[in-house]
C-alpha cells in the first residue's frame, strides 16, 4: 500500500460512524490508553497503529505488536530498545519533536511521528523513510497541505477531533476530502479508475468501473459500494438487483491515480450477467470456496462433501490422513496433488464452522504482525510419529522380482491388510461400516414428515417444490396411465427381465396352505395372504432406474396386493421417466407418487387428500429417505411396516489363483460406481502380492474409461482388500461382514456355497456377475446392506405377504387338550382362559 495521505489519530472517543470512516480509508494511530475500546469497534479486517506512552516498557510495546497491532509509535528511546529486541524496521515508527534522529535508530525504523507547531515549517527526513507530521498548534490542516506533503512521501497525522464525514462542515476537514486530496486523473471527465475486488476471495478482482469525489464521500461514509456511471450518475451497487456490496477498505495506488475498492460482495455477483466478476467464474481456492459455501447450505443428498460435513469424525482422519500424504510426497507434482486434496478438507472444516478464506487470511496478518514467537517444536507424539516413518528402507536385493510400475499417487487404490496374525480388535475394525448418525438424521426429517402428516396436500406439493424442484398441481397420477414413449430395444430388455424376475418369484409363492394335525382331532393351519396396500420407493433425480421398478412391483404383482403404489421423484416438468412409467404398468401398479425423499414416505405412510395410505414401504434411498422410514415404522400413528435397514451398496468378492483379474475388477468397479460410500471389499486367498497388483492394475485401467470415475475414485480409496491364506478364513471374514452381495471368483465355487452363512445374494463363479442379479437374472436386488444381511433376508414374494393361522379342534381332540390347557392357565392364574375350556367340556372349576 503506497504511504497513506493521513493517519487519523483517536484523541477523544469518536462517534462509532466517523471512526468506521476512518477504518475504510486508513489505518487509525490509537493511544495505548485507548486502545481495547477503538479495537472492539473497527472490523478485525482494518489495520490499526499503537501509539506507545512513553512510561510503557519494552514487553509492553512488544504485546502490541503480538495483538495484531499493523505497527508501533514509540519514543526514540523505547524505539532504539524495540529494534535491538528484533522489531522488525517495518513494524516501528519513532516519535520526535525533531527530524534529528540518532542515525542507529533512523536506520532501524521506517518512520517517525513528528510533533510541531506549524507544519509549513518542517523538514523532512532522509528518503526512503515516511514522515508523518502531528501539528500541535490544533490548527484544521487544509486538503491542499495533505496534497503538499503527499508528494513528497509525507503525511498528517489529524486527530479525530479535527475530522468530519459532513461535506458541508467549515470547522474540521471532511474526511474524504482529505485521503483524496492527492488524487489526480488524466479522463476529461474528472471521474478515476477504480478496481473492485473480493475481500472474502483474496483481492479476486471482481470488474473495472469508475468513481467521483462525490460517490467515494458516500461509500466511506456508508460502507456501502457505490460508484459513477458514466451514463446514469451515482451508481449505488445493488440498489435494485439486491447484489449490495460491503466497503471493507479503500486505497490508493502508487501514483495516486487509480482507486481499489475491497469488498464484500452479496447476491448473485458483481457483472451484470450475474457471474460473479466482469471477468467470469472464480478459480482456484476463491471457487473451491464457494463450492463448499453452497454445499454446506444444501448439498445433494448422499454427496461426500455432505456426509464431511456431517461425520466429524471422517472428517477429521481424512486431515490428518492427507497431512500424512503430503508429508511423504516427493515430486513437485505430487505435493501439489497432496497439497490440494489437504487444502480441501480443510477448508471443508473452516466452512463448517463458519470460516472463511478472509478469515483465514486475517489469522495469518496476526501471525505475521507478531514479534515473540514460540520455539515452534512439535509435539512429543506427532515428532515420535514422524521419526518412525522416516527410518530409511533397507537396500533392494539384487535377487529381488522388478516391482510393478507406478501410475502416481492419484491412483485408483483400495486399502491393503493381512488378516493372519492381526488382533481381534482390528479385525472388528475391518469389518465396520461408515456410522449413519441415525438419531440426528430423524430430527432433520420430522419436520418433513409432520408437516405432510398434518397439512398433507399442502405440506406435501411445498416439499415437491423445494426439494424435488417439480411445480405441481396435483402429486398423485393414477392407472389408467399414458402410453410411455420408450426406444424398442429397451422395451423388450425390461421385459425380458420382468419375465425372468417373475418366474423366480412366482416360484417363491406358497401354493397350499401349511397343514399339520398336531394331535388326532386338533389341526394347525398356516396360510398366506397378500398385503393390502403396499408403497415402493423408486430412487430417481439424475438416474433412471426401471430395475428398482421391477425388483419391487413384481413380486408385490405375485403376491397379489391389491393397491401398489409407486412413488419417484417426478422430472422439473412434473413428468416420470418412461421407463419407470412402462414398468408401473406392466407390474400393475394403481397409482404414482410424485414425490421422492422423506416427503414421499410420509405421504406414504399417513397418506393424504390425494395419496392413499400404504401397510408396507418398500424400496431403497438415500439417508433421507432411510430416515424418514425408520421414524414412521416406530410412530403408532402410521401403522406402516418397512422392508428392511437400509445403508450403502456394497459388494465383497472373494478371489483364488483360478481368478481372472479383469473379471473382478469389473465386479467391484460395478458396485463401486453407485455412490462415494459405496464398499467395496476384495477378500483374496492365497494371492501373490503381484497376483494382488494385477487386479489393482485392472481397477485402475478399467475406472479410468467410466464415466463415473470420480466417484469411483472416492469409494475404492476407502475399501478394503483382505489377504487370507486359505477358503475357511476367507468365508468366515466374508460371513462376519454379511455382505449384500459376494461374488465367488474361487475355484468349485458352487461347492462352496454351503460355506456362506451371510450374505443378501451369492453371485457364483466368474460368469455371473452382480449386474445380472441387478436387473435381469430373476433374483431381486432390493437387499439388506450393512451388515443387516445376518438379520434379514433381501426382498421376496414372502415381503408382501403375511401369515394368518388357524386351528380347528374336534369334540375329541378337545377332551384330550383340554385339561393340558387348564393346568396351564391356571397355572398363570388366568381364570378366564381355564374357564373357555371348562364349559365345553362340563369340568367343574375348582
Same mark, same amino acid.
Given at each position: 500500500?503506497?504511504?497513506?495521505?493521513?493517519?487519523p489519530?483517536?484523541?477523544?472517543?469518536?462517534?462509532?460512524?466517523?471512526?468506521?470512516?476512518?477504518?475504510?480509508?486508513?489505518?487509525?494511530?490509537? =493511544?495505548?490508553?485507548?486502545?481495547?475500546?477503538?479495537?472492539?469497534t473497527?472490523p478485525?479486517?482494518?489495520?490499526?497503529?499503537?501509539?506507545?506512552?512513553?512510561?510503557?516498557?519494552?514487553?509492553?510495546?512488544?504485546?502490541?505488536?503480538?495483538?495484531?497491532?499493523?505497527?508501533?509509535?514509540?519514543?526514540?528511546?523505547?524505539a532504539d530498545?524495540?529494534?535491538?529486541?528484533?522489531?522488525?524496521?517495518?513494524?516501528?515508527?519513532?516519535?520526535?519533536?525533531?527530524?534529528?534522529?540518532?542515525?542507529?535508530?533512523?536506520?532501524?525504523?521506517?518512520?517517525?511521528l513528528i510533533?510541531?507547531?506549524?507544519?509549513?515549517?518542517?523538514?523532512?527526513?532522509?528518503?526512503?523513510?515516511v514522515?508523518l507530521?502531528?501539528?500541535?498548534?490544533?490548527?484544521? =490542516?487544509?486538503?491542499?497541505? +495533505?496534497?503538499?506533503?503527499?508528494k513528497?512521501?509525507?503525511?498528517?497525522?489529524?486527530?479525530?477531533?479535527?475530522?468530519?464525514?459532513?461535506?458541508?462542515?467549515? &470547522?474540521?476537514?471532511?474526511?474524504?476530502?482529505?485521503?483524496?486530496?492527492?488524487?489526480?486523473?488524466?479522463?476529461?471527465?474528472?471521474?478515476?479508475?477504480t478496481i473492485?475486488?473480493?475481500?472474502?476471495?483474496?483481492?479476486?478482482?471482481?470488474?473495472?468501473?469508475y468513481?467521483?469525489?462525490?460517490?467515494?464521500?458516500?461509500?466511506?461514509r456508508?460502507?456501502?459500494g457505490?460508484?459513477?456511471?458514466?451514463?446514469?450518475?451515482?451508481?449505488?451497487?445493488?440498489?435494485?438487483?439486491?447484489a449490495?456490496?460491503?466497503?471493507?477498505?479503500?486505497?490508493?495506488?502508487?501514483?495516486?491515480?487509480?482507486?481499489?475498492?475491497?469488498?464484500?460482495?452479496?447476491?448473485?455477483?458483481?457483472?451484470?450477467?450475474?457471474?460473479?466478476?466482469?471477468?467470469?467464474?472464480?478459480?482456484?481456492?476463491?471457487?473451491?470456496?464457494?463450492?463448499?459455501?453452497?454445499?454446506h #447450505?444444501?448439498a445433494?443428498?448422499?454427496?461426500?462433501?455432505?456426509?464431511?460435513?456431517?461425520?466429524?469424525?471422517?472428517?477429521?482422519?481424512?486431515?490428518?490422513?492427507?497431512?500424512?500424504?503430503?508429508?511423504?510426497?516427493?515430486?513437485?507434482?505430487d505435493?501439489?496433488f497432496?497439497?490440494?486434496?489437504?487444502?480441501?478438507f480443510?477448508?471443508?472444516?473452516?466452512?463448517?464452522?463458519?470460516?472463511n478464506?478472509?478469515?483465514?487470511?486475517?489469522?495469518?496478518?496476526?501471525?505475521?504482525?507478531?514479534v &515473540?514467537?514460540?520455539?515452534?517444536?512439535?509435539?512429543?507424539?506427532?515428532?515420535?510419529?514422524?521419526?518412525?516413518k522416516?527410518?530409511?528402507?533397507?537396500?533392494?536385493?539384487?535377487?529381488?522380482?522388478?516391482?510393478?510400475? &507406478?501410475?502416481?499417487?492419484?491412483?485408483?487404490?483400495?486399502?491393503?491388510?493381512?488378516?493372519?496374525?492381526?488382533?481381534?480388535?482390528?479385525?472388528?475394525?475391518?469389518?465396520?461400516?461408515?456410522?449413519?448418525?441415525?438419531?440426528?438424521?430423524i430430527?432433520?426429517v420430522?419436520?418433513i414428515?409432520?408437516?405432510?402428516?398434518?397439512?398433507?396436500?399442502?405440506?406435501?406439493?411445498?416439499?415437491?417444490?423445494?426439494?424435488?424442484k417439480?411445480?405441481?398441481?396435483?402429486?398423485?397420477? #393414477?392407472?389408467?396411465f399414458?402410453?410411455?414413449?420408450?426406444?424398442?430395444?429397451?422395451? /423388450?430388455?425390461?421385459?425380458i427381465?420382468?419375465?425372468?424376475?417373475?418366474?423366480? @418369484?412366482?416360484?417363491?409363492?406358497?401354493?397350499?396352505?401349511?397343514?399339520?394335525?398336531?394331535?388326532?382331532?386338533?389341526?394347525?393351519?398356516?396360510?398366506? #395372504?397378500?398385503?393390502?396396500?403396499?408403497?415402493?420407493?423408486?430412487?430417481?433425480?439424475?438416474?433412471?432406474?426401471?430395475?428398482?421398478?421391477?425388483?419391487?412391483?413384481?413380486?408385490a404383482? +405375485?403376491?397379489?396386493?391389491?393397491?401398489?403404489?409407486?412413488?419417484?421423484?417426478?422430472?422439473?416438468?412434473g &413428468?416420470?421417466? =418412461?421407463?419407470?412409467?412402462?414398468?408401473?404398468?406392466? +407390474?400393475?401398479a394403481?397409482?404414482?407418487?410424485?414425490?421422492?425423499?422423506?416427503?414421499?414416505?410420509a405421504?406414504?405412510?399417513?397418506?393424504t /387428500?390425494?395419496?392413499?395410505?400404504?401397510?408396507?414401504?418398500?424400496?431403497?434411498?438415500?439417508?433421507?429417505?432411510?430416515?424418514?422410514?425408520?421414524?414412521?415404522s416406530?410412530?403408532?400413528?402410521?401403522? +406402516?411396516?418397512?422392508?428392511?435397514?437400509?445403508?450403502?451398496? /456394497?459388494?465383497?468378492?472373494?478371489?483364488?489363483?483360478?481368478?481372472?483379474?479383469s473379471?473382478?475388477?469389473?465386479?467391484?468397479?460395478?458396485?463401486?460406481e453407485?455412490?462415494?460410500?459405496?464398499?467395496?471389499?476384495?477378500?483374496?486367498?492365497?494371492?501373490?502380492?503381484?497376483?494382488?497388483?494385477?487386479?489393482?492394475?485392472?481397477?485402475?485401467?478399467?475406472?479410468?474409461?467410466?464415466?463415473?470415475?470420480?466417484?469411483?475414485?472416492?469409494?475404492?480409496?476407502?475399501s478394503?482388500i483382505?489377504?487370507?491364506?486359505?477358503?475357511?478364513?476367507?468365508?468366515?471374514?466374508s460371513?462376519?461382514?454379511?455382505?449384500?452381495?459376494?461374488?465367488?471368483?474361487?475355484?468349485?465355487?458352487?461347492?462352496?456355497?454351503p460355506?456362506?452363512?451371510?450374505?443378501g445374494?451369492?453371485?457364483?463363479?466368474?460368469?455371473?456377475?452382480?449386474?445380472?442379479?441387478?436387473y435381469?437374472?430373476?433374483?431381486?436386488h432390493t437387499?439388506?446392506?450393512?451388515?443387516f444381511?445376518?438379520?434379514?433376508?433381501?426382498?421376496n414374494?414372502?415381503s408382501f405377504?403375511? @401369515?394368518?393361522?388357524?386351528?380347528?379342534?374336534?369334540?375329541?381332540g378337545?377332551?384330550?387338550?383340554?385339561?393340558?390347557?387348564?393346568?396351564?392357565?391356571?397355572?398363570?392364574?388366568?381364570?378366564?382362559?381355564?374357564?373357555a375350556?371348562?364349559? #365345553?367340556?362340563?369340568?367343574?372349576?375348582?
Open positions: 500500500m503506497a504511504t497513506p495521505s493521513l493517519i489519530l483517536v484523541d477523544t472517543t469518536p462517534s462509532k460512524d466517523l471512526l468506521l470512516s476512518a477504518a475504510r480509508i486508513t489505518p487509525v494511530l490509537v =493511544p495505548s490508553s485507548n486502545l481495547s475500546n477503538t479495537v472492539s473497527i478485525k479486517s482494518s489495520s490499526y497503529y499503537v501509539l506507545v506512552a512513553d512510561d510503557e516498557s519494552l514487553d509492553s510495546a512488544i504485546s502490541y505488536l503480538n495483538n495484531g497491532a499493523s505497527a508501533i509509535f514509540a519514543s526514540v528511546e523505547l530498545r524495540c529494534i535491538s529486541a528484533g522489531v522488525p524496521s517495518e513494524k516501528l515508527y519513532a516519535v520526535s519533536s525533531s527530524t534529528d534522529i540518532p542515525e542507529d535508530v533512523l536506520k532501524g525504523i521506517k518512520g517517525a510533533k510541531i507547531s506549524g507544519v509549513n515549517s518542517a523538514t523532512q527526513l532522509p528518503k526512503p523513510k514522515t507530521y502531528l501539528d500541535e498548534s490544533k490548527i484544521i =490542516p487544509t486538503e491542499k497541505t +495533505v496534497a503538499s506533503l503527499h513528497s512521501n509525507a503525511a498528517l497525522a489529524v486527530p479525530l477531533s479535527q475530522l468530519t464525514n459532513d461535506a458541508t462542515s467549515s &470547522s474540521k476537514l471532511n474526511i474524504t476530502n482529505a485521503f483524496l486530496a492527492p488524487i489526480t486523473t488524466d479522463r476529461p471527465d474528472g471521474l478515476f479508475s473492485v475486488s473480493s475481500y472474502l476471495h483474496g483481492g479476486k478482482s471482481l470488474g473495472l468501473c468513481s467521483s469525489k462525490e460517490s467515494i464521500e458516500e461509500s466511506v456508508t460502507g456501502r457505490v460508484y459513477q456511471s458514466r451514463k446514469h450518475g451515482l451508481w449505488r451497487k445493488g440498489e435494485t438487483s439486491g449490495i456490496q460491503d466497503v471493507v477498505k479503500i486505497d490508493l495506488d502508487c501514483d495516486s491515480d487509480c482507486l481499489n475498492f475491497e469488498v464484500i460482495q452479496h447476491g448473485a455477483g458483481f457483472c451484470h450477467l450475474d457471474t460473479p466478476t466482469c471477468f467470469g467464474q472464480l478459480s482456484g481456492l476463491a471457487a473451491l470456496e464457494e463450492t463448499l459455501v453452497s454445499r #447450505r444444501s445433494p443428498e448422499g454427496s461426500y462433501t455432505k456426509r464431511l460435513f456431517n461425520d466429524e469424525t471422517l472428517l477429521r482422519s481424512k486431515i490428518m490422513e492427507e497431512a500424512d500424504e503430503l508429508c511423504a510426497a516427493k515430486s513437485q507434482e505435493v501439489a497432496e497439497a490440494a486434496d489437504l487444502i480441501y480443510a477448508l471443508t472444516r473452516c466452512v463448517s464452522k463458519g470460516v478464506l478472509a478469515d483465514i487470511g486475517h489469522a495469518l496478518d496476526k501471525k505475521a504482525a507478531k &515473540s514467537r514460540r520455539p515452534g517444536n512439535a509435539k512429543p507424539k506427532y515428532l515420535e510419529q514422524a521419526q518412525a522416516i527410518t530409511p528402507a533397507p537396500a533392494p536385493s539384487t535377487t529381488q522380482q522388478p516391482q510393478p510400475t &507406478s501410475f502416481g499417487n492419484d491412483l485408483i487404490r483400495m486399502r491393503k491388510t493381512k488378516l493372519d496374525g492381526i488382533a481381534e480388535e482390528e479385525r472388528l475394525q475391518l469389518l465396520r461400516r461408515p456410522v449413519l448418525n441415525s438419531g440426528a438424521m430430527d432433520r420430522r419436520p414428515v409432520e408437516g405432510v402428516s398434518t397439512k398433507g396436500d399442502k405440506s406435501l406439493l411445498d416439499f415437491i417444490a423445494k426439494l424435488d417439480a411445480d405441481l398441481k396435483s402429486p398423485i397420477a #393414477r392407472a389408467p399414458e402410453e410411455p414413449t420408450i426406444q424398442q430395444d429397451v422395451k /423388450e430388455a425390461i421385459d427381465a420382468y419375465e425372468n424376475v417373475r418366474k423366480f @418369484h412366482v416360484g417363491q409363492a406358497e401354493k397350499e396352505p401349511l397343514v399339520v394335525e398336531t394331535m388326532p382331532g386338533i389341526v394347525c393351519q398356516r396360510f398366506a #395372504r397378500p398385503i393390502s396396500r403396499v408403497g415402493l420407493y423408486v430412487p430417481g433425480g439424475t438416474a433412471i432406474l426401471p430395475s428398482s421398478a421391477l425388483m419391487l412391483g413384481v413380486p404383482q +405375485v403376491a397379489g396386493c391389491k393397491e401398489i403404489v409407486l412413488a419417484t421423484p417426478p422430472k422439473p416438468d &413428468s416420470i421417466a =418412461p421407463e419407470v412409467l412402462y414398468v408401473a404398468k406392466k +407390474v400393475g394403481s397409482a404414482i407418487l410424485k414425490a421422492g425423499g422423506a416427503q414421499a414416505v405421504a406414504l405412510a399417513y397418506g /387428500e390425494t395419496v392413499p395410505k400404504v401397510d408396507k414401504i418398500f424400496g431403497p434411498g438415500n439417508q433421507w429417505v432411510t430416515a424418514a422410514k425408520m421414524f414412521v416406530t410412530d403408532a400413528d402410521a401403522q +406402516v411396516a418397512i422392508d428392511m435397514p437400509a445403508g450403502p451398496s /456394497e459388494v465383497l468378492v472373494i478371489a483364488d489363483k483360478t481368478a481372472n483379474a473379471y473382478v475388477a469389473s465386479d467391484l468397479l460395478s458396485q463401486a453407485h455412490g462415494v460410500d459405496s464398499q467395496v471389499v476384495l477378500v483374496t486367498i492365497d494371492l501373490s502380492e503381484k497376483e494382488i497388483d494385477d487386479i489393482e492394475k485392472e481397477v485402475e485401467q478399467q475406472a479410468r474409461k467410466l464415466p463415473r470415475v470420480d466417484i469411483t475414485r472416492i469409494s475404492v480409496s476407502k478394503l483382505v489377504s487370507t491364506s486359505d477358503v475357511k478364513s476367507a468365508f468366515d471374514f460371513n462376519d461382514y454379511a455382505p449384500e452381495h459376494l461374488i465367488l471368483h474361487i475355484d468349485s465355487a458352487s461347492e462352496k456355497v460355506m456362506v452363512e451371510n450374505a445374494s451369492v453371485f457364483v463363479g466368474q460368469y455371473s456377475p452382480e449386474s445380472c442379479g441387478d435381469a437374472s430373476g433374483t431381486n437387499l439388506p446392506t450393512n451388515g444381511a445376518r438379520q434379514y433376508s433381501g426382498v414374494t414372502l405377504q403375511k @401369515h394368518i393361522t388357524s386351528q380347528e379342534l374336534t369334540k375329541e378337545l377332551d384330550k387338550l383340554g385339561p393340558v390347557v387348564v393346568k396351564l392357565a391356571e397355572c398363570e392364574g388366568l381364570r378366564a382362559h381355564a374357564n375350556v371348562r364349559v #365345553r367340556l362340563g369340568m367343574q372349576s375348582p
